[in-house]
Nanobody, 125 residues
Framework: QVQLVESGGGLVQPGGSLRLSCAASGRTFSNYAMGWFRRAPRKEREFVAAITGSGDETYVAGSVKGRFTIPRDNAQNTVYLQMNSLKPQDTAVYSC??????????????????WGQGTQVTVSS
């Protein structure tokens, strides 16, 4: 049983930066691989980034590679999505999720068992 709560979304100008946070309940946070997904208007939900339970390996989608990173702080039960050089096409609702099997990053929606409710990110002038 894990509850996830995202925060940090908002309005930012193109080229700007934003850091999203996902706070998890419980004392066994490192037992879960974590991921971020996003859903833009009129589009399907897509994978953004994932990290192993220990934080020793990450995977970032090609559309955001070099701009986004996914650090985690297990002492704070929190995973982050650091977003730099934001573009209008990054506008979406961003959700974090937790998956069983912490040894590898999980890349598929169906890998994840627990989901947060999402936070809106709008990139616009």
């Amino acid at each position: 049983q894990v509850q996830l709560v995202e925060s940090g979304g908002g309005l930012v100008q193109p080229g700007g930066s934003l850091r999203l946070s996902c706070a998890a309940s419980g004392r066994t946070f490192s037992n879960y691989a974590m991921g971020w997904f996003r859903r833009a208007p009129r589009k399907e939900r897509e994978f953004v980034a994932a990290i192993t339970g220990s934080g020793d390996e990450t995977y970032v989608a090609g559309s955001v590679k070099g701009r986004f990173t996914i650090p985690r702080d297990n002492a704070q039960n929190t995973v982050y999505l650091q977003m730099n050089s934001l573009k209008p096409q990054d506008t979406a609702v961003y959700s974090c999720a937790a998956a069983f099997g912490p040894e590898r990053p999980k890349l598929l929606i169906n890998d994840y068992y627990y989901w947060g409710q999402g936070t809106q990110v709008t990139v616009s002038s």
